[in-house]
């Protein structure tokens, strides 16, 4: 089978590096910012150079509001399966359903003796992780009122069964060789390779193995979901050092990842793709760029097999013509500045109002309203997750907005000169390595100007096409985009003039507050008009 069906997740695997501890914490909430799925870290007990990784995940879960977290993987030679299940029981029970259990046998034994665990052959290894499985599955409650398992490596006799998780646990194991891949046909819920250690020609044979072995066990192949933690430099020609070249980096433009993962979905039926960064640029564009063309191209792909001959998807010349598509008078009103949206159960992030400047670059009163969809609709816990995106995306470009302001007020007040601003920046949340006010500008007018651009080539067609009643909100946001990106190309030029010293702050700022009243009310508009119909019609 080359697709499986799994829905598509997106996260990233960061380093646990003890010397930066806040820079870590700060990598996940970047990626929880920007809409990703997973955050996941490195195990390694014996590693004194890294964080340990269930405290690091627990600060994490702390830190973060949806994203789920995972270790990558645990290390089971050096956590005892009992101690882990009650740990990651505990911690989902905590988080509110949001950890898996990536979970490995270990390797490096040398370093693993040297921490007081066992030195495990091969064939060992094998079986300590199959009795590992069983533990952990009966204390979380899945083999009955106590646990039993007389194992050669663990032996557990009449352990009481509990905490039990708040949620089904997924169990995802890092395995290469034959036996181990036979186990997780039989065993696990989820497979997580390291691309790069597995060359994408032998996934096939690596998933046949797999399948055959979950048959045999009376499971269906489609029950174990396919990960992999893989590499990436964005800007470099795609080619012979991606995917396609069998190794485990990908390069290119974000189109470039974008059908390179579609294409591991589709043919070998990869359906997560955790992307190993400690780079905060590279996680926002995996997450906003990235994921959303790969959950298209996939779809797209899942579709049109299904189409029936005769009921072809619409187009964009299907959408009736301008002059019969239903105006603002024609459209029920649903204008909701703030509060909840009835029937959905999500608040969009609401403006207040506020103006910083003196112009105005369009009239609020004249834009269309977006229909109701169903009033009595009733969404599901995934069609609302689809409607959250959006608002979770929109919240993390206004932090970033909020951040600029702060920089740009403490310069102006001689809190900071041009050059201390540096090692202010480094101690914010999406800070990088030799920010500066200028760079740290450009990157957030960047990732504004991505966001649009996706919304513009792609979401906004697609939802005109699914419900031709939106066309004039949808139009109206395209036109909003292009004002937009203009104020944005006016920062740039403000923030050059500052630089070379040609300009003042004050001038800075004044782009800087049109910026602000143009984007906050831009992004309240977009989210009333759009979260509903994003969750009816699963486009973002």
């Not at 501890?21 to 390694?44: F, N, S």
């Amino acid at each position: 089978m080359a697709d499986y069906g799994h829905e598509l997740l997106f996260g990233t695997f960061v380093t646990p590096r003890a010397d930066a501890p806040e820079r870590v914490v700060a990598l996940a909430q970047i990626a929880d910012q920007a809409g990703l799925d997973l955050v996941t870290a490195q195990d390694h007990p014996y590693q004194a150079g890294f964080l340990d990784t269930w405290t690091l995940l627990s600060m994490i879960v702390g830190r973060t509001e949806r994203i789920r977290v995972s270790p990558n993987v645990a290390n089971l030679p050096l956590r005892p399966p009992a101690v882990l299940a009650r740990s990651a029981a505990s911690l989902d029970l905590l988080s509110g359903g949001r950890v898996e259990l990536g979970l490995g046998a270990g390797a490096f034994w040398d370093a693993i003796a040297a921490n007081g665990g066992p030195r495990r052959t091969p064939a060992e290894s094998v079986e300590a992780l199959e009795e590992g499985i069983a533990v952990i599955r009966g204390i979380w409650g899945q083999a009955g009122p106590s646990v039993r398992v007389d194992g050669k490596h663990y032996q557990v006799r009449g352990a009481k069964v509990g905490p039990e998780p708040a949620h089904d646990i997924g169990i995802w194991v890092g395995a290469y060789k034959p036996r181990m891949l036979r186990l997780i046909g039989r065993l696990a819920d989820g497979w997580l390779p390291t691309l790069g250690y597995v060359q994408t020609d032998q996934l096939p044979e690596m998933n046949k193995l797999i399948d055959d072995a979950a048959v045999k066990a009376g499971r269906a192949p489609e029950a174990i979901r396919r990960l992999a933690n893989f590499s990436g430099v964005f800007g470099q020609a795609a080619g012979g050092g991606g995917f396609g070249g069998g190794g485990g980096a990908i390069s290119g433009s974000s189109a470039d990842w974008a059908e390179q993962l579609a294409e591991l979905a589709l043919t070998h039926g990869l359906s997560t793709f955790l992307l190993a960064t400690d780079d905060a640029t590279q996680t926002q564009r995996f997450a906003v760029e990235v994921a959303p063309a790969v959950r298209e191209l996939v779809a797209a792909e899942r579709a049109r097999p299904e189409k029936p001959a005769h009921d072809p998807a619409p187009t964009q010349e299907t959408v009736p013509a301008q002059e019969t598509v239903p105006t603002q008078e024609t459209v029920p009103a649903r204008i909701v500045v703030s509060g909840e949206i009835p029937g959905l159960g999500l608040t969009p992030t609401p403006d207040d109002g506020t103006r910083l400047s003196d112009r105005a670059l369009w009239d609020e009163s004249e834009r269309p309203v977006a229909p109701r969809i169903d009033e009595e609709r009733k969404y599901s816990r995934h069609e609302r997750a689809r409607g959250q995106q959006l608002i979770d995306i929109h919240d993390h470009l206004r932090q970033e907005l909020a951040q600029v302001r702060d920089l740009i007020d403490q310069v102006e007040a001689g809190m900071l000169g041009i050059g201390e601003a540096r090692s202010a920046i480094n101690e914010m949340t999406l800070r990088q390595n030799n920010w500066t006010l200028g760079t740290y500008c450009e990157s957030y007018c960047r990732l504004v100007t991505t966001h649009h651009t996706i919304e513009d080539a792609s979401m906004l067609p697609k939802l005109r096409q699914s419900d031709a009643r939106l066309a004039p909100v949808t139009l109206r946001l395209e036109e909003e985009h292009k004002v937009i990106h203009e104020v944005i190309e006016n920062v740039d030029r403000a923030l050059v003039a500052l630089v070379a010293g040609e300009g003042d702050l004050k001038g800075l700022r004044s782009e800087v507050d049109l910026l602000t009243d143009t984007l906050l009310s831009h992004l309240s508009y977009e989210e009333r008009s759009l979260v509903e119909p994003l969750a009816a019609y699963g486009m973002h």
